[in-house]
Structure formats: structure tokens, C-alpha cells
């Protein structure tokens, strides 16, 4: 009877999935970054949306309305009245709302990733570093006191001297090894030409997340790595991550060239060995910047002269140790062609892919290449 008691005891229970209670505020508010990720950071507009929800699918009752939610939001400050030099108010969100989207797009693309620490990039090569290696060596002269393993040292004092006194010669100091952390160096390319709005598809908004979360990734779970981002259309230029939310195609055609130019000349400046540049874009190349400043533009198709100076390019960057990782949202057979030429010139990679499942890609790629290109 007991030994059947014992094995009932080791069954399953199953049970109707109850979804964790969540204020109004909270529902409202996790619609709310949804949207104001996809107005790129207009507030009038993304109220405006929950206004057509609530009709549509009454998100809000009398106990709670969208009047309320907006004086919450004011209240726990992720809005704010910007007086502009007119002299009008205009409501705007904050800095702690534009942190918020970032830690809902790493939540939503990497998953509950928890804060591990600074560094991560654990390498082979035992030394003076600042990490604990679990190996152990003999003290000797100019070793830093501040490695010295007190128990491994008193345990060596007690073995060698006895335990009744306690006798501490230079010859019972242990050593413990320590690891280096290397870090890496990413600059991340966004694409913001017009086509990443064509064909009635939105690119651009989920570029803006992969961005964010990658944003929020790296600060938190690596922060001694470095991100930069920058956008090209007909130019190319850096942007703060504070910016993402607010990011928006223009008018531009694609100059790919720009953008590389701009990725080594932030990575020539840091002082890590490990760099790297990940590449998102939908189009191919169509502009290019002349000596004489004027802009050379081709919308019709892949112009000889503007993708001989990607690949002049991919090689330079090459030649600098900088893998390009190109992550093309469009399946187009004579643009995935030029996109497996550019790579074979950098030696870096390519993932043909639509939207679905970019961020997932980026995330792994980011991490496989953390542990490939570790060096000391």
C-alpha cells in the first residue's frame, strides 16, 4: 500500500491555464508600446489607434477609461507637455518609455534574458585577466597580491607547517589563473530607403525592434561590448539608440556604400579586437555618393558601377578582420545573387530572410560569432 501511495505521489496534474492577473494599466500599456513602435514614437497618432481599438474591441470599461490610462501614463512618467518655442504644448513620451520598448522588443525576439554580469566573451587564454579560471599555480615574483587564493594558500601553510601555529612562507602563496573577457564591437546598418515601406509590407518596424532588442541586449547582458547603429538612404549616419523608436524611411534611394564607409570608420576606432558589421537591408544598391558631391543614382537594376564599389568594399573590410553579416529581407533571385557576391568578396554571411524570424537570427548570429572570433 505505501510503495502505491509512493508511486501516485510521482503522477501529473493538469489544470485550466490561468494568464497572470494584470491591471488595465498594464494591458493597456503593453498594447500601447506596440503601437507607438509602429507610429515611430508619435503619440498623437499611437492614441489615436487605441481610441479605434477601444471602439472596436472595448478594451476599456467605465471603471477604467482611456482618459485614465493617459493621466497614468503622465503620472508614472512615461509621458510628458514639451512647450515648444511658440509657446504650444505638445504631449511626448519619455526616456523611461523609450526604455521600456527596448526591454518589450528583447523580450518579445531573445526572450526573458536575464542580466548575467559585464563581459561574457570568455577566451582560451589563461593570464592576467578578470575572470576566475579554477586553475591554480605557485606565487612568483610580480605576481599581484590581489590573486593570491587565500584558502588554497592557508590550506598549503597547514600541510607544509603544521596546524598548531600558524607559519606563512612565500613558498605556501598559491596563485589563482584568471581568464581574459574579450569584447566585441558591433555596428549595426539599417536600411531606410523607401522599398522597406513598398508592396504594402512594413520592414521597417520590425528592423526598429531587432534594433532595439539587440540595443537592450548588449547593455544589459554585455556591457562591455559596443553597439553603434547607423541608417542609410542616400547618405549615411549614426543615430543614437535613444533615436530607434522614432526611426522612418524617407525618400531615399539605397547607397549601401555610404554605410559600409561609415561602419569602418566607427569600428577603425575601437580598440577591441573583435568587430563586426550586420546589415540589414530589403533593396539592392542604387546610389553612390561622387568626389564632386552630387549623387550617382540607378533605380532600374543592379548598376555595374555602383555594386563594383560594395564588393571594393566587402573587401576592404576584409582585409581589417571585419566580417559583414548581411541580412536580406527580400527574395528576389538577381538581388540574392549580388548579395552572395558581396559576401564571397568580405568572406563574411548572408541569411536570405523575410520578416519573420529576423530578430531570432540576428540574435544567434550575434552570439555564434562572440564565440568564433574570441582571440585574447
Not at 147 to 171: C, Y
Not at 361 to 371: A, K, Q, S, V
Amino acid at each position: 500500500m505505501e510503495k502505491k501511495r509512493k508511486l501516485f505521489k510521482k503522477g501529473f496534474t493538469f489544470k485550466k491555464y490561468e494568464a497572470p492577473e494584470q491591471s488595465p494599466f498594464d494591458k493597456l500599456f503593453d498594447i500601447f508600446q506596440e503601437i507607438i513602435t509602429h507610429t515611430s514614437g508619435d503619440l498623437d497618432e499611437a492614441l489615436d489607434w487605441m481610441r479605434e481599438l477601444d471602439k472596436e474591441y472595448q478594451l476599456t470599461d467605465e471603471n477604467y477609461t482611456l482618459d485614465d490610462f493617459v493621466e497614468d501614463l503622465k503620472k508614472k512618467g512615461y509621458i510628458r507637455e514639451e512647450i515648444k518655442p511658440d509657446g504650444n504644448g505638445k504631449m511626448e513620451i519619455t526616456a523611461k518609455t523609450e526604455q521600456a520598448i527596448r526591454k518589450r522588443a528583447l523580450d518579445q525576439i531573445f526572450g526573458k534574458l536575464k542580466r548575467s554580469g559585464a563581459g561574457n566573451h570568455r577566451t582560451n587564454y589563461v593570464g592576467r585577466g578578470d575572470e576566475h579560471a579554477g586553475e591554480f599555480r605557485n606565487y612568483q615574483y610580480g605576481d599581484s597580491i590581489e590573486r593570491i587564493s587565500m584558502t588554497e594558500t592557508l590550506k598549503n601553510a597547514q600541510i607544509n607547517h603544521g596546524i598548531g601555529d600558524l607559519n606563512l612562507t612565500e613558498e605556501d602563496l598559491v596563485i589563482e589563473e584568471t581568464r581574459f573577457k574579450a569584447q566585441m564591437s558591433t555596428v549595426l546598418m539599417i536600411d531606410i530607403s523607401h522599398s522597406m515601406i513598398l508592396y504594402g509590407e512594413d520592414r521597417i518596424t520590425p528592423a526598429k525592434k531587432v534594433a532595439m532588442a539587440l540595443a537592450e541586449l548588449i547593455t544589459t547582458r554585455y556591457p562591455k561590448d559596443t553597439l553603434d547603429i547607423l541608417v542609410f538612404g542616400n547618405d549615411a549616419w549614426p543615430i543614437a539608440i535613444k533615436d530607434l523608436p522614432y526611426l522612418q524611411v524617407g525618400p531615399y534611394h539605397t547607397n549601401t556604400v555610404a554605410g559600409l564607409q561609415l561602419a569602418m570608420d566607427m569600428l577603425r576606432r575601437k580598440r577591441n579586437t573583435n568587430k563586426q558589421i550586420f546589415m540589414i537591408t530589403d533593396g539592392k544598391p542604387s546610389c553612390l555618393r561622387l568626389p564632386s558631391g552630387e549623387y550617382y543614382k540607378n533605380s532600374n537594376g543592379l548598376d555595374r558601377r555602383i555594386i563594383n564599389k560594395c564588393y571594393m568594399m566587402a573587401q576592404q573590410a576584409r582585409k581589417l578582420h571585419i566580417p559583414i553579416t548581411t541580412f536580406m529581407i527580400a527574395q528576389d533571385p538577381y538581388l540574392m545573387q549580388f548579395v552572395r557576391e558581396f559576401t564571397y568578396a568580405n568572406q563574411g554571411k548572408a541569411f536570405y530572410t523575410g520578416l519573420k524570424g529576423l530578430g531570432e537570427m540576428i540574435f544567434e548570429d550575434y552570439e555564434t560569432n562572440r564565440r568564433k572570433r574570441i582571440k585574447g
